[in-house]
């Protein structure tokens, strides 16, 4: 018989498990791939524009590209790259406004579940319906619509997962533990006073300190157990992204049959995506089993009630609507200036995470477009480059927590150092730009360093989102995770702020023909982040946490 804990455990990890596939298999490969395919079906060459692309396919295995293609989409031309960056902008942008609405319902628990299942499997049967839609249909842009549903999907339903993730954390054995010998040792230090104020005023000078619950003794057991939820919130996520990967992974490894089989043709990736979504509905299925529902009645306790209008709840007039406005309406309240200024070290980790997120995820859709359009490298080897970047950030995830134990840094100096590394893959596409590199090694002109800078990139990307959770965890108030909906606003900062990179590189590649200039704005962008980063005091940013209590004032409507 599993306990409550180990139910609610599993339930979590089947929900990773399940949705970081779509994330591997489609978000980063697939999709952007399949997106450009279609256009280039329906596209014609530049700058002509009266032959069809579709009629020079025999060209894509020849060394060089087959030519910049255009489709027509509306009144517009676009590069046929550009189509599947701006509608990858389109729902990261739809993303963002559907997190932030639903923000207040992930962090009610007799509703969080119910979110979650409805997303994931709207998601997922988004990505089923690939695959009976052909390029060649009339209705291939319907494509369009497919992806941003199933890319809304994924990410709304993240927050409810990740509005689990501190409740989880409590939960766990270690940290009730660790948090129950220091409640009774702070209940020992009260007794203690109190017993002392009986014995004639003898120790009257000492009472103060005998009194505060600051004593060292109880003080080291309060950072002990801040120390223990810090790291089991962050060994549960990073456990959750590891078992995502390698089933991603896996699935990889499964669509390069096909793939192969049919050397690259639209069905093969379509297929791909189609087993992505089944992957995803079919484990989400424990989730459903194992995850907590809740209770109308019985909220966590006074401290998590904050957010909710209990008689309401009580009297079963809970209201979607309400809770959506009240959403926003809390999101406004939290982005007051008297509000950041109290968590302004929290809110300068969400600038630099803004630019960050943003920068990482659009390179990695960016090096595959790249990779396809001007390296003119075929569908099966963009596969195995998908199969070594999470392979290598498994690898990555393991050697830097082993570098810090042995030097000392702290997970700041850790995310500033991936921080440089990681800048050093766009630098490097801009090398391609000198003449003399044209045709040989270096600058990223030729196919054999694609699969180079993907084991390096994806040795950074593993450990630097693993680090990003674990630094950002260090500001939140406690108690107030969920409440505040900070795991919100991580949400809303991290995959749903990644709408202006891929926009700007659209824009890029249509007004310059050639993609690779992109990557002087990827510099750019990482660059941004640096000094942000840098400035963030983390002792005061975790006493302002400590000490935050925010108020709703007149934000419930």
Known sequence: MLSQFRKKYYGWLSYAFASEVFV??????????????????????????????????????????????????????????????????????????????????????????????????????AATFFL??????????????????????????????????????????EVVKAYASFRNAEGSVSVLGTETDDNNGHEAIDQPLIHRPTTQ?????KSQYEDELSRTTSRISSFGIALGYGAGIFL????????TIMKGATFSLRLAIFLSGIWWAVFTIPALIWLPSGQNNALIDDEDAVWVDVETVAAGKWSLWKEVVAAWQRLGGMLKWSEIKRLRNTFKFLAAW???????????????????????IESSSLIVIGIIVPSSGILGSLFW??????????????????????????????????????????GLTTKGEMFGLAIYFGFVLGAFNGYARAFYAEFL???????????G?????????????????????????????AFFFLVVMIWLAVPILMSVDVERGRKDAQSYRYSLMNVTP
Request: charged share 10%; aromatic share 12%.
């Open 24 to 125: 591997i298999v489609s978000l980063t490969l697939f999709l952007p791939i399949c997106l450009e395919q279609f256009a280039r079906d329906n596209g014609y060459l530049y700058p002509a524009k009266t032959e069809r692309c579709s009629t020079i396919v025999s060209k894509l295995n020849e060394d060089s590209p087959p030519g910049r293609c255009v489709v027509k989409i509306g009144w517009f031309w676009i590069d046929s790259a550009s189509f599947s960056l701006y509608v990858f902008s389109a729902s990261v942008l739809l993303q963002a406004l559907t997190v932030i609405s639903v923000g207040g319902i992930a962090d009610h628990p007799p509703h969080r579940k119910i979110l979650l299942l409805t997303c994931a499997w709207a998601g997922a049967l």
């Open 132 to 173: 009976p839609l052909s390029s060649n249909s009339p209705f291939w842009f319907l494509s369009a619509l497919l992806a941003v549903i199933a890319n809304v999907g994924f990410g709304t339903s993240v927050v409810a997962m990740n509005a689990y993730l501190p409740s989880l954390a409590k939960e766990s054995p």
């Open 217 to 221: 003794a109880v003080q080291n057991l």
């Open 252 to 259: 990889l490894f499964v669509a390069l049959i096909p793939v």
């Open 354 to 376: 803004f630019l960050l997120s943003d920068a990482f995820t659009t390179i990695t859709g960016t090096a595959i477009l790249f990779a396809k359009t001007v390296l003119n």
């Open 401 to 442: 927590p082993r570098m810090q134990r042995r030097y000392g840094w702290s997970n700041q100096r850790i995310l500033l150092i991936l921080l440089v590394l990681a800048s050093l893959v766009p630098a490097y596409g801009c090398l391609g730009f000198i003449s003399f590199l044209q045709g040989r090694i270096g």
């Open 477 to 487: 108030p406690p108690g107030e995770e969920a409440r505040w909906y900070v795991y």
């Open 489 to 517: 606003l991580f949400s809303i900062t991290d995959k749903s702020s990644s709408f202006i990179g891929p926009l700007i590189v659209g824009l890029i590649s249509d007004l310059t023909g050639n993609i690779r200039y």
